[in-house]
Nanobody, 125 residues
C-alpha cells in the first residue's frame, strides 16, 4: 500500500493550494480516503474524507466553504483544493485510506488503516 501526497508549499493568507494523493496497492473503490492535518503540538485532525464507493463526502466545520475534496477513481487520485487559506491551516497534511464504505463526520475522528508521508502546508500572515 502506498499513498503519496504532493502539492504542499508556502502561501500567503487568502491564497490557494491544491494537494494531490496518489494511491496504489489496494482496491481504491473499496476505501474511503481522508485528509488529515497535524500542526506542531496539536492533535491530528480529520479535514475531509471522500468515499471511493459511493462518493460520499464530509468536511470538518473549520474548512467548510473553503476546501473541496474530489477524486479521480480512474487515476486512483484524490485532490484537496484549498482556498482562502488562513495561518491556522498551517500543518503537515496527510492522506489516509480506510476500508469502510462511506464517509461521514464520524469518519474524520478515528484512525485510518494507512497513511502517506505527509506534505507541509505553511500559510503566512
Amino acid at each position: 500500500v502506498q499513498l503519496v501526497e504532493s502539492g504542499g508549499g508556502l502561501v500567503q493568507a487568502g491564497g490557494s493550494l491544491t494537494l494531490s494523493c496518489v494511491a496504489s496497492g489496494f482496491p481504491f473503490d473499496d476505501y474511503v480516503i481522508g485528509w488529515f492535518r497535524q500542526a506542531p503540538g496539536q492533535e491530528r485532525e480529520g479535514v475531509p474524507c471522500i468515499s471511493g464507493s459511493d462518493g460520499s463526502i464530509s468536511y470538518v466545520d473549520s474548512v467548510k466553504g473553503r476546501f473541496t475534496v474530489s477524486s479521480d477513481n480512474a487515476k486512483n487520485t484524490v485532490y484537496l483544493q484549498m482556498k482562502s487559506l488562513k495561518p491556522e491551516d498551517t500543518a503537515v497534511y496527510y492522506c489516509a485510506a480506510d476500508e469502510i464504505w462511506d464517509c461521514n463526520e464520524n469518519d474524520l475522528r478515528h484512525p485510518y488503516d494507512y497513511y502517506g508521508q505527509g506534505t507541509q502546508v505553511t500559510v503566512s500572515s
